[in-house]
């Protein structure tokens, strides 16, 4: 998942920040990078019909199918910032 949103921004020819902050109860991870950004409600739909077939498309899909919560917002400073929370189950004591 994260890996897959790494490459991303060295596809387009961008840099990209990789920020990971595990507490007990979640693991937020942020990927921000300096492209040119796009509008997260013009992604096509991954299970319309038309698009079954295709070979790309899915990740933003697969994020938000794995993850407690994905924010996908544009950076002020150009680029896309995705932010992913993962709730994670109580750990037990020995």
């Given at each position: 998942m994260?890996?897959?949103?790494?490459?991303?921004?060295?596809?387009?020819?961008?840099?990209?920040?990789?920020?990971k902050v595990s507490a007990p109860?979640?693991?937020?991870?942020?990927?921000?990078d300096?492209?040119?950004?796009?509008?997260?409600?013009?992604?096509?739909?991954p299970l319309a019909p038309e698009n079954l077939l295709k070979s790309s498309g899915r990740g933003i899909f697969f994020m938000r199918s794995f993850m407690d919560d994905v924010t996908l917002s544009r950076v002020?400073?150009?680029?896309?910032?995705?932010?992913?929370?993962?709730?994670?189950p109580p750990q037990s004591q020995p």
């Open positions: 994260v890996g897959a949103r790494l490459t991303s921004p060295l596809r387009a020819g961008a840099s990209g920040y990789l920020t109860d979640e693991l937020v991870i942020a990927i921000r300096q492209g040119a950004g796009f509008d997260p409600e013009a992604l096509p739909d002020p400073e150009g680029g896309m910032e995705v932010r992913m929370v993962k709730k994670l």
